[in-house]
């Protein structure tokens, strides 16, 4: 089977992409779970914070927006962010209101908004309106739609094991042979492994696991409009879900490519920050997972073609931002593999070049 354009990974990266690339060549898109989004794409907390992360990131999420807000009627919902500092967390409460804009507010103001919040151990407050939540489940099969209403094949339990370059690429998948000209790799934390196997050098990506742990509503409240909330500098934190409240631990382990899941011990001490900022106890677990986020040394993100390989392209490293730059790079994506002009910034280009490395 023989396409333009080969991707290999089915979370937002790998989907989103496709979309852009539809309409410049064939495309086949090869993930190896059965589902889309199984991995990272699955397992977010679906916000889009347009000043979290470096100033690379911070272009990209600027630079989605106008997608976000939009496209299809638009993904994003108000649901805002909610800081809350210990008398010990003074540099980390400063910092959110630096890094993100983050307003101070009263005590009482931020307990109208989060009436769990234990004032015997809160000392400040602080909160960030324009904090709306991604409906990420709605924007994948919106660029599915895209890709696959423009041609794009999408192939699941396709889990690529080989690749050559015979003149064009040739990808094995199981039984099966693929053969592309350019090959666009959009596999999350295994990208410097398929990287590997095309002949390119790793970049030194790293995954890191984020856990996740939902419970039953606290004391039985109505949280549907309860801001995300956390504990100053990402100690923990935690937001609605479907009628209950997920809670993460904000963890940042370093742990190599894999079917992640929540750790007990890790789980428990997150539970245990969470718990002292706030009155109900916690009794009951639902239940828990976690997701990896994948970042370069520099945690920016990684788009372009590689260095030295000919038509190998990378699009990795979407860490804890995958979600709120996807419109932006998939963007990126068509525009540099489509050699017109690009939207970005050539300064942003280069940050995110393979090639800094
Ligand atoms: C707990 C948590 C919270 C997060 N919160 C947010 C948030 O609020 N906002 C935000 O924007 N982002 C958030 N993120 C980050 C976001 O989820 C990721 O950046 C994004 O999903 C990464 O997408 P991806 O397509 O690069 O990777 P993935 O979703 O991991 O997809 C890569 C795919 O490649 C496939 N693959 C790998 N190797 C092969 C192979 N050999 N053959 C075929 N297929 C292969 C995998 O099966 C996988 O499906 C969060 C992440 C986590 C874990």
């Excluded at 993904?75 to 809350?84: A, E, N, Y």
Aim: aromatic share 8%; charged share 20%.
């Amino acid at each position: 089977m023989t396409y333009d354009f080969l991707i290999i990974g089915g979370g937002i990266a790998g989907v989103s992409a496709a979309a852009h690339l539809a309409p410049l060549g064939s495309v086949c898109l090869l993930e190896g779970e059965s589902a889309l989004g199984y991995h990272a794409t699955g397992r977010s907390a679906a916000m889009y914070l347009r000043d979290y992360g470096n100033d690379v990131v911070r272009a990209l999420n600027y630079a989605s927006e106008e997608h976000h807000r939009t496209a299809n009627g638009g993904v994003l919902s108000p649901r805002g962010l909610l800081s809350l500092a210990r008398a010990q967390d003074g540099a980390a409460f400063e910092a959110d209101l630096a890094g993100l804009g983050m307003a101070e507010i009263s005590l009482p103001e931020a307990v109208e908004m989060f009436p769990i919040l234990n004032m015997a151990t809160t000392t400040r407050a602080s909160y960030l309106a324009e904090a709306p939540d991604i409906d990420t489940d709605r924007m994948l099969q919106n660029f599915l739609k895209q890709a696959r209403g423009q041609g794009a094949e999408v192939i699941c339990s396709a889990s690529v094991s080989a690749i050559r370059k015979a003149g064009r690429w040739r990808v094995q998948a199981g039984e099966t042979e693929y053969s592309a000209r350019i090959l666009v790799n959009a596999a999350g934390p295994w990208v410097d492994g398929i990287a590997q196997m095309a002949g390119a050098e790793s970049l030194g990506f790293q995954p890191y696991r984020r856990s996740m742990v939902r419970i039953p509503a606290p004391d039985g409240h109505d949280l549907r409009n309860w801001p995300m909330t956390q504990g100053a500098g990402e100690r923990w934190y935690a937001k609605p879900d479907a009628g209950a409240w997920m809670i993460s631990p904000g963890e940042e382990d370093p742990m190599p490519p894999h079917d992640a899941w929540a750790d007990d011990m890790v789980l428990a001490e997150g539970i245990a920050r969470y718990q002292e900022m706030v009155t109900p106890e916690v009794t009951r677990l639902e239940t828990s997972w976690a997701g990896l986020r994948t970042f370069a040394p520099d945690h920016s993100l990684v788009v372009g073609f590689d260095r030295v390989v000919a038509d190998f392209f990378w699009v990795g490293g979407q860490g804890g931002y995958g979600f709120q730059t996807a419109p932006a790079v998939a963007q990126l994506v068509g525009e540099l593999i489509g050699g017109g002009g690009t939207s970005l910034d050539a300064t942003v280009i280069n940050a995110l070049s393979p090639a800094r490395f």
